[in-house]
């Protein structure tokens, strides 16, 4: 294998180290990254999304991440349809969500009222999901974009 040098930050890697690294990465366990800070990504899709008072309102469809800070900016929640027809998708601020274990899912810590106008999407019609589109979300549930 040939190593190859390069400079970032006024440091010097080898680039070696950095493709075995990625491959170590991708062969560890699952089990071994998630804590009680840290959960996979597959694990959230899917997962179901609550009201304070227990009653299940949806499900994890997918997340939405920001491609500079890498920090989860959407929980994308899917709800109402049947076998996906008729189906709504309403992007949740990560903020907005806290994992129950007792529950197996989500918290949505808002009033349910809130839901019926929060803004929302059907799956052929996905939002611009720009600066304008975060701030009308984020301060729908009351939240600091």
Do not use: C
Not at 41 to 50: A, R, Y
């Amino acid at each position: 294998m040939q190593t190859t040098e390069k400079t970032l930050s006024q440091k010097t890697f080898d680039t070696t180290t950095l493709d075995e690294r990625k491959e170590f990465d991708r062969s560890r366990p699952l089990e071994r990254d998630e804590t009680t800070f840290l959960i996979s990504s597959g694990k959230v899709e899917g997962t179901d999304v609550f009201a304070t008072d227990g009653e299940k309102i949806g499900t994890i469809d997918h997340l939405m991440l920001g491609k500079r800070s890498g920090r989860v900016e959407y929980a994308v929640m899917s709800f109402g349809g049947f076998l996906g027809i008729g189906e709504s998708f309403a992007p949740l601020p990560w903020e907005t969500l806290d994992y129950d274990p007792e529950r197996g899912g989500y918290v949505v810590n808002i009033d349910k009222s809130l839901l019926k106008d929060a803004p929302r999407f059907e799956r052929d019609s996905e939002p611009a999901w720009d600066t304008a589109y975060g701030q009308h979300v984020y301060s729908y549930y009351g939240v600091m974009y």
